[in-house]
T-cell receptor, first 112, second 114 residues
Framework: DQQVKQNSPSLSVQEGRISILNCDYT??????FLWYKKYPAEGPTFLIS?????DKNEDGRFTVFLNKSAKHLSLHIVPSQPGDSAVYFC???????????FGKGITLSVRP | DSGVTQTPKHLITATGQRVTLRCSPR?????VYWYQQSLDQGLQFLIQ???????AKGNILERFSAQQFPDLHSELNLSSLELGDSALYFC?????????????FGPGTRLTVT
């Protein structure tokens, strides 16, 4: 039973355009969401997070939107850069003493 | 460089064998997490230790065990290995026992069971 779903395995966008990476979840107890980015041969690195009490969090070129009623979140990257090409994992947690549940990841390719 | 080190980088072994993966967390971090990433799966949480004690358990098989030592490094022991155990194993560390805090991941150990 996959509680965090990233249904699109890959996304390709032109440099300078917006990248929108989507994530859906099924567990209504999730109250905190994170995005991690992973380059080949490296471990994932934290990118941005959002609490369920908010619907938007922004950090530079990265913005995460949360729609609790739809159990959906998205990561927007504007403008996209070739260095953003990586695998992006969506993760969620239900409470402070819980574990992180990750999606399968989306491979983003930004074309120069 | 996340500051988390994992050894070895690669490991090839036969079915039925036992291996030990090692992780050194970032300086000052008390939490260590272990994750498994198989071919078509996301990161699956295995187990968390905080300051030497087991804090949370995920989908960890009984054939797998882990521990965190007084110097805070951690080892993941995998025994009676099966072909399906072939995966990338990541260790992550964090300053907090709360898993929502930023976790710093090591580069992983790629295990191949033949």
């Amino acid at each position: 039973d996959q509680q965090v779903k990233q249904n699109s395995p890959s996304l390709s966008v032109q440099e300078g355009r917006i990248s929108i990476l989507n994530c859906d979840y099924t567990n209504s107890m999730f109250d905190y969401f994170l995005w991690y980015k992973k380059y080949p041969a490296e471990g994932p690195t934290f990118l941005i997070s959002i609490s369920s009490i908010k619907d938007k969090n922004e950090d530079g070129r990265f913005t995460v939107f949360l729609n609790k009623s739809a159990k959906h979140l998205s990561l927007h990257i504007v403008p996209s850069q070739p260095g953003d090409s990586a695998v992006y994992f969506c993760a969620a947690i239900a409470g402070a003493n819980s574990k992180l549940t990750f999606g399968k990841g989306i491979t983003l390719s930004v074309r120069p | 460089d996340s500051g988390v080190t994992q050894t070895p980088k690669h490991l090839i072994t036969a079915t039925g064998q036992r291996v030990t993966l090692r992780c050194s967390p970032r300086s000052g971090d008390l939490s260590v997490y272990w994750y498994q990433q198989s071919l078509d799966q996301g990161l699956q949480f295995l187990i968390q230790y905080y300051n030497g004690e087991e804090r949370a358990k995920g989908n960890i098989l009984e054939r797998f065990s882990a521990q965190q030592f007084p110097d805070l490094h951690s080892e993941l022991n995998l025994s009676s290995l099966e072909l399906g155990d072939s995966a990338l194993y990541f260790c992550a560390s964090s300053v907090s026992e709360d898993a929502s805090y930023e976790q710093y991941f090591g580069p992983g150990t790629r295990l191949t069971v033949t």
